[in-house]
Structures are given as structure tokens and as C-alpha cells.
């Protein structure tokens, strides 16, 4: 699958219970559809993964904006500019440095299935929500 410019999708630990809860929070206050979604584990997700050069033991969120891929911090950021307000307001968290943030993700990541559990298998969107899916 190759991506163009335009397009905004967002890959995603699909039996992960917390990055779940991200994605439903990034719909629920994506009111204009813009980002557009694909668990890691599917074959969009493995073949996007391929196209942009992301290792595979890469634990992360991952965004793709204009063509190009960002990970850990930056790409939840990245991905809360195009939230509505009030939650656009976290884009503001990009005043800490990088060499900060990703630490923290990376801590975060390491640690999400033990504090907040992991699924069998991957989210199955609802009807309503299912055209913002890749797969």
C-alpha cells in the first residue's frame, strides 16, 4: 500500500488496551475524519511498516503526516494537532524536547500491557466508525 501526501493515518498496537483507548479518544475528537487508522498487527499496518523503513521491534504509536513517518512522542503529537479543541491543546506538550518526551513515551510503551492489560485480538471498529479504518 503506498500513501500519499494527504494522507494522515495513524498505526496502532491493536491488542493494547491503552493505545485502544487512544484511538477512540483521536475519533471522538477528529470530528472533521481527517486521521484515519490501521493496527500494526494488520497487513495495511505490515506493509505501511515496510513502506516507511519502521523496525519491527519499534514499540510505538506511529503517524504518518505528508509522507513521512514519526514515532514515540512525536507522533502523538503530531496526531493531537489535528484534534478538535480542547484536546488540540496537547499539541502544546511539544515545548518539551524530544530527548524529554521520548524517554517517557519509550517508559510508557514499555510498561502498557502491564498496567493497563492487552486483548487476544485486534479492536473490531464499530459500523460508525469503521470507514476511518484501513483494514
Known amino acids: ?7 494522515l493515518i ?3 498496537d ?3 488496551n491503552y493505545c485502544n ?10 470530528s ?3 486521521l484515519k487508522f490501521s493496527p500494526l498487527q494488520s497487513a495495511t499496518g505490515t506493509a505501511l511498516r515496510k ?9 510505538s504509536l506511529v503517524f504518518i503526516e505528508n509522507g513521512k513517518a514519526y514515532t514515540y512522542a512525536d507522533a502523538a503529537l503530531r496526531i493531537a494537532a489535528y484534534l478538535d479543541w480542547p484536546a488540540k491543546s496537547l499539541f502544546a506538550l511539544r515545548i518539551f524536547p524530544s530527548f524529554i518526551s521520548n524517554p517517557l513515551y519509550k517508559w ?3 510498561n502498557r500491557y502491564k498496567w493497563f492489560g492487552k486483548k487476544d485480538a485486534c479492536m ?5 466508525v469503521k470507514r476511518r479504518f484501513l483494514d
Open 14 to 16: 491493536g491488542v493494547c
Open 21 to 30: 483507548a487512544m484511538v477512540n479518544f483521536a475519533i471522538r475528537n477528529d
Open 51 to 59: 513502506q516507511y523503513a519502521i523496525p519491527e521491534e519499534t514499540d
Open 1 to 7: 500500500m503506498t500513501t500519499g501526501a494527504g494522507n
Open 108 to 110: 510508557i510503551a514499555k
Open 32 to 34: 472533521n475524519g481527517r
Open 124 to 128: 473490531l471498529p464499530t459500523p460508525a
Open 10 to 12: 495513524v498505526l496502532f
